[in-house]
């Protein structure tokens, strides 16, 4: 039981942790480049 639960576990992180990387990823770019082109940009 115990053996069945770790292997369905880690599976489980290592499907979901490249998602996780990826979405952090894409946020941190998106957001430097918000701040990078914010003054250049009017706002309504």
């Known amino acids: 039981m ?3 639960f770790k292997k369905v576990f880690l ?6 942790a490249p ?5 952090w990823i ?3 770019t998106f957001e430097s480049l918000d701040n990078v ?6 706002k309504s």
């Open 2 to 4: 115990w053996q069945h």
């Open 11 to 16: 599976t489980g992180i290592f499907a979901i």
């Open 19 to 23: 998602l996780a990387m990826t979405y």
């Open 26 to 28: 894409l946020k941190i």
């Open 37 to 42: 082109t914010s003054p250049f940009l009017r």
